[in-house]
């Protein structure tokens, strides 16, 4: 259903952490213009730990006003407790999202009978197509292949964005990749992801790069390797640069040097430290963005 180079967009802020409309128009119109093919709002880029429910589904609103159906624009909708991601994945569905992208449950753990649970339960009753997403690395949570099998089989559950392995991945290819669109949720793997046949990428990258991450993900799509690599090998530097501190610390410094938005970003989470701004520039050069 969505294909291609998929920026998990960040949320402009102000300098005092008030969320800033006028730069959330300025970042569609320059993804709408540079080529990215979804946008998925409020996602963990999005910092939807510190929005609250009125705030997250205000931008998830404002993303969709500002798109005027352009191109697809998918919500974050995930939490920890089912009654929170159904609630925020029906008020995204109001909002007109084109579908909804839910992070399994964080810190509280739940079994692999909880979480399919949890996501079928959603998916029954908020008939919205739904990506399931898989980042254990962040949650200490991790959705299982089998349990991901089971999950193809709800009918408006289309796909998983899995930030893992690109073992992983492959084998979400080989059990259910017939029935269950996959993406790559590391920017790191994501170009051999999409050349073994997985449909896209859900990228941070593709923030600060979003041309070059659309023409990577085409080429990538279509099979030729060779252009692939050559476009994956200028955009290295800032896969690893923009994870130099926990995301989204690097890109928000990054697109602040853009100049799309003020650098605003709210705590617990603190602005690029100064050691690690040399590095992020270095790779926004060798990138050719600025």
Same mark, same amino acid.
């Given at each position: ?5 998929? @920026? ?19 970042? @569609? ?29 205000? @931008? ?56 399919? %649970?949890?996501y079928k339960l959603i998916a029954d009753t908020a ?46 290819? %080989?059990?259910?990749?017939d029935r269950l669109d996959v993406y790559s949720g ?38 030729? %390797? ?28 990054? @697109? ?6 003020? =650098? ?10 100064? =050691? ?15």
């Open positions: 259903m969505f294909r291609g180079s998929m @920026v998990a967009v960040v949320t402009p802020m102000k300098a005092d952490g008030a969320l800033d409309f006028e730069a959330l128009a300025r970042l @569609v119109e320059f993804h709408v213009e540079n080529g990215t093919d979804a946008i998925i709002a409020v996602g963990t880029t999005g910092e939807s730990p510190t929005l609250d429910f009125e705030e997250h589904i205000t @931008v998830i609103r404002k993303v969709v006003e500002l798109v005027k159906d352009r191109i697809p624009v998918i919500a974050g909708t995930g939490a920890n407790s089912t009654a929170e991601a159904l609630h925020l994945t029906q008020r995204a569905m109001a909002a007109g999202a084109d579908a909804c992208l839910l992070v399994t449950p964080y810190y509280n753990k739940p079994t692999q009978e909880g979480l399919y %649970r949890h008939p919205i197509p739904q990506i399931l997403y898989n980042v254990p690395g962040r949650t200490a949570c991790d959705l299982k292949p089998e349990t991901v099998e089971r999950l193809a089989d709800v009918p408006n559950i289309i796909g998983i964005k899995e930030a893992s392995t690109l073992e992983r991945i492959q084998e979400l290819l %080989r059990r259910c990749g590391d920017d790191g793997i994501a170009a051999e992801a999409m050349l073994s046949g997985a449909k896209g990428v859900i990228s941070v990258t593709a923030n600060v790069a979003p041309q070059l991450m659309h023409e990577m993900s085409m080429a990538a799509l279509a099979g030729d %390797r060779a252009k692939t690599n050559a476009i994956n090998a200028q955009l290295t530097g800032l896969h690893q640069a923009l994870f130099l501190e926990s995301n989204p610390i690097p890109v928000k410094w990054a @697109v602040h040097q853009l100049g799309l938005m003020p =650098p605003g970003i709210r705590l617990p989470l603190m602005p690029l430290s100064e =050691p690690f701004q040399p590095a992020v520039r270095a790779a926004m050069q060798q990138a050719g963005v600025i």
